[in-house]
Nanobody
Framework: QVELEESGGGSVQAGGSLRLSCTAS?????????VAWFRQAPGKEREAISC????????PYANSVKGRFTISRDSAKNTTFLQMNSLKPEDTAMYYCAADVRGYCSVRWQNAYQYNYWGQGTQVTVAS
């Protein structure tokens, strides 16, 4: 059973930075999955932020975070990261990572139904 665990959330002031981590377990090979980050604010729909596939060459981003957020992965640690810079109050949300066992970020990477496994989420709060 594949499990994903997010960490690194917290509270920061606008303009600050956070780095989220998503560690996968229960995999034969970490290279076999693509990992995406989503977020959901209260009363809003879940939003796809970015996706990364092994070896990390394809990394699409949502327009709302492009230029501020960077996704990466460390195969030695079975971990995917989301570096978030220049945070804004509108970035406040619960952040989730998700795994696609097909191993690539499809053209529909922003569709939550593409993903087979989800973490429990980590809260990010950005104060103005």
């Amino acid at each position: 059973q594949v499990e994903l665990e997010e960490s690194g959330g917290g509270s920061v002031q606008a303009g600050g930075s956070l780095r989220l981590s998503c560690t996968a377990s229960g995999l034969t090979s970490f290279e076999s999955i693509a990992v995406a980050w989503f977020r959901q604010a209260p009363g809003k729909e879940r939003e796809a932020i970015s996706c990364i596939e092994a070896p990390g060459l394809n990394t699409p981003y949502a327009n709302s975070v492009k230029g501020r957020f960077t996704i990466s992965r460390d195969s030695a640690k079975n971990t995917t990261f989301l570096q978030m810079n220049s945070l804004k109050p509108e970035d406040t949300a619960m952040y989730y990572c998700a795994a696609d066992v097909r191993g690539y970020c499809s053209v529909r990477w922003q569709n939550a139904y593409q993903y087979n496994y989800w973490g429990q989420g980590t809260q990010v709060t950005v104060a103005s």
